[in-house]
């Protein structure tokens, strides 16, 4: 398992990564659609956001991360924001979040996913990242906690509708705990 930068060179795995979504998890899907429609465009943005060039409204800089097997098939993605300059982010988005393709979840790769983007968070300054998750996505929760996440609170979230649990966990430059 490795991350990778988004790039033109995982087109086809990205698109299968989309199809799969779309198939299977239709709602979090509308989040990669821009990625079909115009792939290029896509992993120039995501290139920009990195560098805070270009940020829509509301944006802060964030770094995207695809994860792929020795297969080059791409199992999750995960975004490191740079900072949680907005109440949105410091309250309920948090500085990391991650979504595992359908047919990869439950076999330890979130786990795996976040462990490689905590020491990438202490490389960009993020000494503790905030984390959240859905208080009754219990997959999610488990993969802060076994990246040593300390439960703060649930928090009934404004953007998205529904109790949002939060965790910190302290990032490391080659382990988080």
Same mark, same amino acid.
């Given at each position: 398992m490795k991350l990778v930068s988004p790039s033109y060179e995982y087109q086809s795995a990205f698109l299968s990564f989309y199809q799969e979504f779309e198939n299977n998890d239709s709602i979090n899907a509308e989040y990669y659609r821009e990625g079909v429609d115009d792939f290029d465009s896509y992993v120039q943005r995501l290139t920009s956001e990195a560098s805070g060039i270009n940020l829509r409204h509301g944006y802060v800089p964030c770094s995207h991360f695809?994860?792929?097997?020795?297969?080059?098939?791409?199992?999750g993605v995960i975004r490191v924001r740079h900072t949680i300059d907005?109440?949105?982010?410091?309250?309920? #988005?948090?500085?990391?979040? &991650?979504? $595992? @393709?359908?047919?990869?979840?439950?076999?330890?790769?979130?786990?795996?996913?976040?462990?490689?983007?905590?020491?990438?968070?202490?490389?960009l300054g993020i000494s503790k990242a905030l984390i959240t998750a859905d208080e009754k996505n219990n997959s999610?929760?488990?993969?802060?906690?076994?990246?040593?996440?300390?439960?703060?609170?649930?928090?009934? #979230?404004?953007?998205?509708? &529904?109790? $949002? @649990?939060?965790?910190?966990?302290i990032c490391k430059a080659d382990t988080c705990s």
């Amino acid at each position: 398992m490795k991350l990778v930068s988004p790039s033109y060179e995982y087109q086809s795995a990205f698109l299968s990564f989309y199809q799969e979504f779309e198939n299977n998890d239709s709602i979090n899907a509308e989040y990669y659609r821009e990625g079909v429609d115009d792939f290029d465009s896509y992993v120039q943005r995501l290139t920009s956001e990195a560098s805070g060039i270009n940020l829509r409204h509301g944006y802060v800089p964030c770094s995207h991360f695809w994860m792929m097997d020795t297969e080059e098939n791409l199992i999750g993605v995960i975004r490191v924001r740079h900072t949680i300059d907005n109440l949105f982010l410091s309250f309920e #988005g948090g500085h990391i979040g &991650y979504d $595992i @393709a359908p047919s990869y979840r439950a076999r330890g790769y979130g786990k795996t996913m976040l462990k490689l983007a905590l020491p990438i968070a202490k490389s960009l300054g993020i000494s503790k990242a905030l984390i959240t998750a859905d208080e009754k996505n219990n997959s999610s929760r488990g993969v802060i906690e076994a990246n040593g996440g300390e439960f703060i609170d649930i928090v009934m #979230g404004k953007v998205f509708p &529904y109790p $949002i @649990a939060r965790y910190w966990v302290i990032c490391k430059a080659d382990t988080c705990s």
